[in-house]
């Protein structure tokens, strides 16, 4: 199967999909599948943004996060971030920073640069990030973590959002005051990755405190995270928590084409297989082109993290590496194309 005909395929589901998922409104942006993506760090580049939409299912995109103190004190770094394009919009673009001001102020410039909405950072868990207040420390203090909110929703005319975890410190969740105080002051969405700081990527989320953030707020639509890796889970999640839309983040990396799956099991039942094993690194390749065509990035800090990205494609045979083991040590593009045109001009045969 073609990357063509996954997206020909694609839209006669979403034109299905369409009449049975409750598109997600946030302000005066409605979002025709409430189906996200979540913003990660090295990851969430235009290309697998790009590559979601193409395949089908997923609604909203989100920015890596980017750093409010860059764009106030080295804007041509800050730019390198900054590779949304019109064809993908609505794009949230996320900032992180601790003083009220200075994430304001970002938050114009970016939406100067085209962003639709302005995603807060109240979720990373990274020590690097933590440690100097921001991400998912700024929820030790409910009235601080508001006071960031209220200044960005002032500062700009379009949607402000916020990505929160359970709480920073284990036990202790402060994402269900904090959505109330977020809304009181303007926020229009926020999402909840349902489990702690402490607890990175680890144990089971905890989706009993989407439910609650849910039930606390007044109107603004709740986005639910963690622990979403199929349609079946997506369904879950909806039905166990009540929240608007779900978010998905790692479970997405090597198989963009997952929001489409999660969209035709919510609208039939039906789960969709897995792309074969030539097409999954077709798929790869055109990752792999969108990103060289559109990154800021020197060529070789984008062949960098093409290496993390591309070796999640799962394209090596049954009980082999040989293929991830030569991915993670290519130093070029032309090395990557090589060895992609390979994997995808196998036979299915050979699979």
Same mark, same amino acid.
């Given at each position: 199967?073609?990357?063509?005909?996954?997206?020909?395929?694609?839209?006669?589901?979403?034109?299905?999909?369409?009449?049975?998922?409750?598109?997600?409104?946030?302000?005066?942006?409605?979002?025709?599948?409430?189906?996200?993506?979540?913003?990660?760090?090295?990851?969430?580049?235009?290309?697998?943004?790009?590559?979601?939409?193409?395949?089908?299912?997923?609604?909203?995109?989100?920015?890596?996060?980017?750093?409010?103190?860059?764009?106030?004190?080295?804007?041509?770094?800050?730019?390198?971030?900054?590779?949304?394009?019109?064809?993908?919009?609505?794009?949230?673009?996320?900032?992180?920073?601790?003083?009220?001001?200075?994430?304001?102020?970002?938050?114009?410039?970016?939406?100067?640069?085209?962003?639709?909405?302005?995603?807060?950072?109240?979720?990373?868990?990274?020590?690097?990030? $933590?440690?100097? !207040?921001? &991400?998912? *420390?700024?929820?030790? %203090? +409910?009235? #601080? /973590?508001?006071?960031?909110?209220?200044?960005?929703?002032?500062?700009?005319?379009?949607?402000?959002?916020?990505?929160?975890?359970?709480?920073?410190?284990?036990?202790?969740?402060?994402?269900?005051?904090?959505?109330?105080?977020?809304?009181?002051?303007?926020?229009?969405?926020?999402?909840?990755?349902?489990?702690? $700081?402490?607890? !990175?990527? &680890?144990? *089971?989320?905890?989706? %009993? +405190?989407? #439910? /609650?953030?849910?039930?606390?707020?007044?109107?603004?639509?709740?986005?639910?995270?963690?622990?979403?890796?199929?349609?079946?889970?997506?369904?879950?999640?909806?039905?166990?928590?009540?929240?608007?839309?779900?978010?998905?983040?790692?479970?997405?990396?090597?198989?963009?084409?997952?929001?489409?799956?999660?969209? $035709?099991?919510?609208?039939? &039942?039906?789960?969709?297989?897995?792309?074969?094993? #030539?097409?999954?690194?077709?798929?790869?390749?055109?990752?792999?082109?969108?990103?060289?065509?559109?990154?800021?990035?020197?060529?070789?800090?984008?062949?960098?993290?093409?290496?993390?990205?591309?070796?999640?494609?799962?394209?090596?045979?049954?009980?082999?590496?040989?293929?991830?083991?030569?991915?993670?040590?290519?130093?070029?593009?032309?090395?990557?194309?090589?060895?992609?045109?390979?994997?995808?001009?196998?036979?299915?045969?050979?699979?």
């Amino acid at each position: 199967m073609t990357c063509e005909r996954l997206r020909l395929e694609s839209r006669t589901m979403l034109a299905q999909t369409h009449t049975t998922l409750k598109p997600l409104r946030i302000g005066d942006i409605v979002i025709d599948s409430p189906l996200t993506l979540a913003p990660m760090a090295g990851h969430s580049n235009y290309a697998l943004r790009s590559l979601c939409r193409e395949l089908g299912g997923c609604g909203l995109v989100c920015t890596e996060l980017i750093s409010s103190n860059i764009v106030k004190n080295s804007r041509q770094r800050a730019l390198q971030r900054f590779d949304w394009r019109a064809r993908e919009r609505p794009v949230a673009a996320q900032l992180f920073g601790v003083e009220p001001g200075i994430v304001a102020e970002a938050a114009r410039v970016v939406v100067d640069h085209g962003a639709d909405i302005v995603d807060i950072n109240m979720g990373c868990w990274v020590p690097k990030i $933590a440690k100097k !207040g921001g &991400g998912a *420390a700024l929820l030790r %203090d +409910v009235k #601080a /973590a508001t006071a960031v909110v209220e200044a960005v929703v002032k500062a700009v005319d379009v949607p402000v959002t916020v990505k929160v975890r359970s709480g920073f410190e284990d036990g202790l969740v402060t994402a269900t005051p904090f959505a109330v105080a977020a809304e009181a002051v303007g926020a229009q969405a926020v999402a909840v990755h349902a489990r702690f $700081a402490g607890q !990175g990527h &680890g144990g *089971a989320a905890d989706w %009993d +405190v989407i #439910a /609650a953030v849910k039930e606390a707020v007044r109107e603004m639509p709740i986005i639910g995270n963690g622990d979403v890796h199929s349609g079946a889970d997506a369904r879950r999640m909806l039905d166990m928590t009540g929240c608007d839309a779900v978010m998905v983040g790692r479970a997405a990396l090597g198989r963009p084409w997952l929001f489409r799956q999660i969209a $035709a099991y919510l609208a039939t &039942g039906l789960n969709l297989p897995e792309p074969a094993r #030539a097409e999954r690194a077709r798929i790869a390749r055109r990752h792999a082109q969108l990103t060289l065509e559109t990154t800021h990035l020197p060529e070789h800090v984008a062949v960098r993290e093409l290496r993390g990205q591309i070796s999640k494609y799962q394209l090596d045979a049954p009980g082999s590496a040989k293929v991830r083991n030569r991915l993670v040590r290519i130093d070029s593009y032309a090395e990557l194309e090589s060895i992609l045109l390979e994997v995808s001009n196998e036979s299915d045969d050979e699979l």
